[in-house]
């Protein structure tokens, strides 16, 4: 019997949110990033090729870079700032101005708005060297490359080039499927090192090991949760689970955390089916009948 009653309700919902549970998505994310940034463990950082990272929404890539960026904390030089990681948060729109505006954020520049954008190229140059950068991530990397708008995605692939000319680090692309195949339709893009990359896929019901692996996730949140063991990963509770987030472990702890609420909120020692309906209730497009917490999951 576990007793979570004597834990603030304040607590007890940081706790969920707080949860981090390992799963098999995460280490093939960190690893293939160790591996574009570091090719040889113990060795020097690659130089000079993209990369990509590819998956569906809310499989682990993001979370992935963002665990590696905080091994690798910038440091107080001789003359400023160094960084050995530098993450970029690219931006869903803006322009040309936008892309370069994301990358002088993250070096830490103060950039006039009157500075011109050949300019501030020249600027981000000189910053990557003199911060003597390692290692660049462009995480939403789909954005940098929008089909509807190819006079940005020509900009953002001619950019991608000049930093790599400087032949100082790497640059992972982290977005979306397509990524990929707008990286490879520049040949002299995808000539600097062949393009490698990682695809992140979610979790496949129907795949024996898969299905195992998502039952044992189920579990480790059941034994996170602060609340009495639920027996998430059950065939009956887990199917639930896995049709209403579609195998994907972010959407899964959105679950986790809404049901959760809802069952603080009514006093509840236990997560039941009932809370995770209520949960998928809140969040199911309109005219959208099928719930798999309470319908059976086989007939959607």
Known sequence: MRDFKEQLPADRQRQMTNIFVDHANHQQATKAIRRFFKPVEGGVPG?????????ESRTGKTYGASEV?????????????????LLVDSPIEGGAR?????????????????????????????????????FVIFDEAQE???EKNRKVLSFSRKLLRKMLNLNQFNILCIGLPETYSIIAEDSQLI????????????Y??????????????????????PFELSDFASMDFSSRLFKATKGCIGILKVYMIAAGEIALAAGSDRLELCHFAEAYDDRKRPNEVFNPFRNDPSLS
């Open 191 to 202: 000539g600097r090192g062949g393009l490698p990359y990682k695809r992140l896929r979610p």
């Open 47 to 55: 130089r000079g090729n993209i990369c990509a990272l590819i998956g």
């Open 69 to 85: 960026l905080a091994e690798y904390k910038p440091e107080i030089g001789a003359n400023g700032i160094k960084r050995s990681v």
């Open 98 to 134: 936008a892309v370069l505006d994301s990358i002088a954020s993250g070096l830490g520049m103060q950039v006039s708005l009157r500075m011109t954008n050949s300019n501030l190229i020249l600027a981000i140059l000189r910053e990557l060297q003199r911060s003597e950068v390692q």
């Open 204 to 225: 496949d019901w129907t795949d024996p090991v898969d299905c195992q692996h998502f039952r044992v996730l189920c579990h480790k949140f059941d034994e996170e949760m």
């Open 144 to 146: 940098l490359f929008p």
